[in-house]
Each structure stands twice: as C-alpha cells, then as structure tokens.
C-alpha cells in the first residue's frame, strides 16, 4: 500500500469512528454502512494531494487527543446549534470554486448527483463549508492549493469524485453510471 492509500485508511478509520459516536435519535443508515461511507469519502479523498491528507490526517489525531469529534461539530454546524467555528476567508473562496464544480457536475449527471438545483446547491454549500470550519488553517491552505491546481488543469473535481465512486461500483465512466440509473427511473 502506497503512502497516499495508507493515509486514506488512517483517516477513514479516524472519521467512521468519529461518525459512528455523532448523536442522532436514532442511527441513520450511512453509520451503519461502513462500506458505503468509505466509498463516498474515500473517493473524495484520492483526488487531495498527498500533503493535504497529511495535514487532515494530523487535524484528526489532534481531534482524538483533545477528546473532540471533528462530525460531530460538522453537524452541529450544519444545524445551526453551534456558532462558525473558523473565520478564515478562504473557506469562501473554496465553497465558490467547488460550487460551480458540482453544479456544473449536477447539470451532466443528474441521476448520480440529483437534480434539485437551488435545494441541492444550498445543501451542498451548507455541508462543505460546516466540513471546511473544522479544519485547520494549514489543511484549508493546502486543500485551496489542490483546488487551484485543478483549476488550472482545467479539472472538475466533483466529477473526479464521482468518477472515482463509479469505477469502484463497477460502472466503466460516469456516462454508464448516469444511463443506469436512468433506466430504472423509467
């Protein structure tokens, strides 16, 4: 296992624990899918750089020693029940790029990313920047810097995500994916 790969497991690991103890009502299907949840994350996490996964990684560790759930405050973000927990502008700058990845993604492919367009990009948004305030500013800078880069290389990230979760559901490209689940709208 390359060290990229290793990293992806570690933080895995970190996060399914971590979201596994998020308070709920009742347990939702995703923390009892441990499987589906390291496909979803694990995707997105092969498209960071491996300086960025090095960072997160020690965000996690860090969380764990001062006996904090990293989800756990995502969520409560999420719902409003806690105040912003980072200032830093970059998270704008962030949401701005990787919003326009997903709708742009959204618009190719429905079936895998839903359609609702304000619904879902105010979703969307709400989620990624709750993510991006637990963080730490040297992962925010890094992770900016891997967006960047993408953008240069006139990549969309979202797709790639998405992809990357495709391939491992054993469609061949996001275009199969997207047609089979077509089909069994109809």
């Not at 570690?10 to 589906?36: K, Y």
């Not at 959204?106 to 990009?121: D, F, N, S």
């Not at 797709?159 to 469609?171: Q, V």
Request: net charge negative.
């Amino acid at each position: 296992m390359d060290r990229k790969a290793e990293l992806i497991d570690q933080i895995l690991n970190l996060e399914f624990d971590m979201f596994q103890r998020v308070p709920t009502l009742s347990p939702t299907a995703c923390q009892e899918s441990e499987g589906g949840f390291r496909l979803m994350r694990g995707s997105a996490f092969e498209t960071w750089s491996e300086a960025t996964l090095e960072s997160y990684n020690e965000d996690l560790l860090q969380a764990v020693q001062e006996d904090r759930n990293l989800l756990t405050e995502k969520y409560a973000r999420m719902d409003d029940l806690i105040p912003c927990m980072n200032f830093n502008p970059i998270i704008d700058d962030i949401v701005k790029i990787e919003s326009k990845w997903q709708a742009e993604a959204r618009r190719k492919y429905p079936h895998i990313l839903g359609g609702g367009e304000v619904c879902e990009a105010e979703g969307f948004e709400t989620y990624l920047r709750s993510e991006l305030e637990t963080y730490s500013d040297q992962t925010l800078d890094l992770y900016y810097r891997d967006i960047v880069e993408a953008q240069r290389e006139e990549k969309n990230l979202s797709e790639e995500r998405y992809l990357k979760m495709s391939l491992k559901l054993g469609y061949s490209s996001l275009e199969e994916h997207e047609n089979a689940l077509k089909a069994q709208m109809t």
